[in-house]
């Protein structure tokens, strides 16, 4: 790794840049936030990696086969980023809605013509939703065809069907929340779905509800359905996920 | 002697036995045809590609987003149906069902099946080796297959279920034509490379897309036939 760790260190000729660079990953703030310099040696790699709560879900070297674009289309990264997308964005579209009948649908209005670039907000919620039901829809595939569910990774291909539950539900209780007719009639459809199980049929749609038929009842539990209890819990078996995903040995190699 | 809690199996059926042990004298050397495989740093290897199609994804998603608004219709009016109604799309392919299924079969059973067929496929393909299609050339398989496909399209036809037929009807074909012309090279030897699981997932998306497509883009007013430019 010669290329990369020339001469960092500030000789008298080296440029103000340089110099800065080494002043500030030398200084005593930077090393308490980071615990290691400039990146220069492969020590300095490894720390990056495991003296960085979010990096060490990483091991610190991978198996140089598993890096090609073709081994994972990138699709459960890409699922895991849109999810951080969709949470950022969602954050912020809470900032400006009322979970009560019509306000919600006012909400929606006022994104429209009086928030600043509030339609791109809901834009890029949106699309994300959707793009993610399909990129986890294809990481599915893809690891199906890779044969990659096989012992030892049985339990994390299940834990990933639930993801893919849970994902498609967060997709669905978001969907009444604009309170138009696409959103309530798009429900109203769903949710009959669910009254035709036996025995218990009505009884869930009633609790699913909040009624007989969709009302503000409905709309505040898809909420909190839908803001809080989905999203904790995708995020709990994400951990799970990414944790196997490692435990299990990395990557599965090609069949 | 240390007590066992497990037993050991003598057998060479991968199917019965799949987790096996494999017992070396000393004075045989281990062969293992697997190389030390090259390792490299995740900094920068991996994090920088994982960085880059981070940035990708928000650049689309930026850039579509300023192209494409999402839908607004009128406030909801319980009193005023849209005809039809629609679910969100990805629930379309099971509205589709409904079409043709009682309630229960497309709202409970099918999606409900979905889910545990999904669960349970690691626990019963456990096998690394995949033995292609018609590897196994014995009449029984041959005809216990065909029976069980030629069983499901006649009960699909009973009920008019003709995206699914036609779909099933095609990929059939296209094994058939494994069978009669197989190939080891180029994509056709590819797809006669498939074994039976592999085929089925794709029997499964390929039904599920076509219900998609038609429920989202071929149905109007009373869940009608229509043709998208309409
Ligand atoms: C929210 C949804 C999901 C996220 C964020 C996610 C994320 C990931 C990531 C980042 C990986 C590493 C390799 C790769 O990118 O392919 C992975 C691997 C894996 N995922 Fe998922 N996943 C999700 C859903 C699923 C689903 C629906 C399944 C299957 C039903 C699944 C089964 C697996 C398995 C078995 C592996 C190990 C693959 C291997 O060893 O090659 N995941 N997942």
Redesign the interface.
């Given at each position: 790794m010669n290329d990369l760790s020339t001469n960092w260190n500030a000789t008298p000729q080296a440029g103000v840049g340089r110099r800065l660079l080494t002043r500030l990953t030398g200084s005593g703030v930077w090393r308490s936030v980071f615990r290691h310099g400039w990146i220069r040696t492969n020590r300095d790699r490894a720390l990056t990696i495991y003296s960085n709560v979010f990096l060490h879900i990483h091991p610190v070297k991978v198996r140089k086969s598993a890096l090609p674009f073709r081994v994972t289309f990138c699709l459960g990264g890409l699922s895991l980023a849109l999810f951080i997308v969709l949470t950022v964005t969602g954050i912020l579209l809470m900032l400006y809605y009322h979970p009560s009948a019509p306000r919600a649908y006012e909400d929606m209005k006022d994104l429209e013509f009086v928030v600043s670039s509030g339609v791109f907000l809901r834009n890029l919620h949106r699309w994300s939703a959707h793009l993610m039901v399909i990129t986890v829809f294809l990481h599915m595939l893809r690891v199906f065809f890779a044969g990659a569910y096989r012992p030892p990774r049985e339990f994390n291909w299940v834990v990933g069907v639930m993801l893919l539950v849970l994902t498609l539900l967060l997709s669905f209780t978001g969907y009444l929340l604009p309170w138009d007719q696409l959103a309530y009639w798009a429900i109203t459809v769903g949710t009959n779905m669910a009254g035709a199980v036996p025995w218990v049929g009505d009884e869930i749609r009633f609790l699913l509800l909040g009624g007989n038929t969709i009302g503000e009842n409905t709309l505040i539990r898809f909420y909190v359905l839908h803001c809080v209890v989905l999203p904790l819990g995708i995020v709990v078996l994400m951990a799970v996920h990414f944790w196997r995903v490692r435990k299990d040995g990395g990557l599965a190699r090609p069949l | 002697m240390p007590q066992r809690d497990f037993e050991l199996v003598k057998s060479d059926d991968p199917v019965a036995v799949?987790?096996r042990v494999a017992l070396v004298s000393r004075d045989v050397s281990l062969k293992v045809d697997v190389e030390p495989?090259?390792?490299?740093?995740?900094?920068?290897?991996?994090?920088l590609?994982?960085a880059i199609?981070?940035e990708l994804?928000?650049a689309f998603?930026?850039f579509?987003?300023?192209l494409?608004?999402?839908?607004?219709?009128?406030?909801?009016?319980?009193l005023?149906?849209?005809n039809p109604?629609?679910?969100?799309?990805?629930?379309l392919g099971?509205?589709e069902l409904?079409h043709y299924f009682?309630?229960?079969v497309?709202?409970?059973l099918v999606p409900a099946l979905v889910?545990i067929a999904?669960?349970v496929?690691?626990?019963f393909?456990?096998?690394?080796r995949?033995p292609r299609l018609w590897e196994r050339r014995d009449r029984r398989a041959l005809l216990t297959f065909g029976s069980v496909v030629l069983g499901s399209l006649v009960i699909l036809a009973i009920f008019g279920v003709w995206p699914v037929v036609i779909t099933s009807f095609l990929l059939s074909l296209v094994m058939i034509a494994c069978l009669l012309y197989p190939s080891e090279t180029g994509w056709w030897g590819r797809v006669c490379k498939l074994s039976l699981p592999?085929w089925i997932?794709i029997w499964f998306?390929a039904c599920t897309v076509v219900l998609t497509l038609i429920g989202v883009y071929f149905r109007g007013p009373g869940w009608s036939w229509v043709w998208p430019w309409q």
């Open positions: - | 799949p987790k495989e090259e390792m490299v740093m995740s900094v920068p290897h991996l994090v590609r994982e199609a981070f994804l928000v998603l930026a579509y987003s300023l494409v608004d999402a839908p607004l219709e009128q406030m909801a009016n319980p005023k149906t849209p109604a629609k679910a969100p799309w990805y629930f099971l509205q409904l009682p309630p229960i497309a709202g409970v889910v999904l669960i496929i690691p626990y393909d456990v096998n690394v995949r592999s997932m998306v």
